[in-house]
Antibody, heavy 118, light 110 residues
Framework: EVQLVESGGGLVQPGGSLRLSCAAS????????MSWVRQAPGKGLEWVAN????????YYVHSVEGRFTISRANAENSLYLQMSSLRAEDTALYYC???????????WGQGTLVTVSS | EIVLTQSPATLSLSPGERATLSCRAS??????LAWYQQKPGQAPRLLIY????RATGVPARFSGSGSGGTDFTLTISSLEPEDFAVYYC???????????FGGGTKVEIK
């Protein structure tokens, strides 16, 4: 059974940093692209970043480029999102997701909440 | 940048009725469109991929179709109580593989 479990969310001040983690199990982690997708309170879904299985390719939504870094540790079946220079508009539930597999994301974690506020 | 526009924003229907949700892409995405269901307090769940393929475990009352690479439809043939939720469409750029989601359609009980 595929499982994705996020952690690391919390309350942070504007300009601060936070590192999110995602523990994956139930599949061969190193062979899959992985993504972070966020959802602001009461809003829709927004893709944030993704990373190839071997970690050699990484892509970001324009609004987080230069501030967020996606990475992975395949030996530990873990995905990360290092977030810095956080802004109020980064407040959201952050989901770890498997994919894109083809053109879709096929499994999602339950999310970890990031709140940026003074 | 491809924009996905979903309509209507809200669909008010009764159990047993047919639901028809639309997703329009600003340029062709071929047949590479996915649909997700999200219930309150839950993560999204993949329903349909590549426009018309049901994901594992998705009931047959859910179906997807597409036309011309820009107009896509998610149909729920007969709404069950558990189908009242928000539905999102999603596409992936060929390269780089950036993802885009539509704004969502809420299917609510009338």
């Amino acid at each position: 059974e595929v499982q994705l479990v996020e952690s690391g969310g919390g309350l942070v001040q504007p300009g601060g940093s936070l590192r999110l983690s995602c523990a994956a199990s139930g599949f061969t982690f190193s062979t899959y692209w992985m993504s972070w997708v966020r959802q602001a309170p009461g809003k829709g879904l927004e893709w944030v970043a993704n990373i190839k299985g071997d970690g050699t390719q990484k892509y970001y939504v324009h609004s987080v480029e230069g501030r967020f870094t996606i990475s992975r540790a395949n030996a530990e079946n873990s995905l990360y999102l290092q977030m810095s220079s956080l802004r109020a508009e980064d407040t959201a539930l952050y989901y770890c997701a498997r994919g894109p597999t083809g053109y879709r994301v096929d499994y999602w974690g339950q999310g970890t909440l990031v709140t940026v506020s003074s | 940048e491809i924009v996905l526009t979903q309509s209507p924003a809200t669909l008010s229907l009764s159990p047993g009725e047919r639901a028809t949700l639309s997703c329009r892409a600003s340029q062709s995405v071929g047949s590479y469109l996915a649909w997700y269901q999200q219930k309150p307090g839950q993560a999204p769940r993949l329903l349909i991929y590549d426009a018309s393929n049901r994901a594992t475990g998705v009931p047959a009352r859910f179906s997807g179709s597409g036309s011309g690479g820009t107009d896509f439809t998610l149909t729920i043939s007969s709404l069950e109580p558990e189908d009242f939720a928000v539905y999102y469409c999603q596409q992936r750029d060929n390269w780089p593989p950036r993802l885009t989601f539509g704004g969502g359609t809420k299917v609510e009980i009338k």
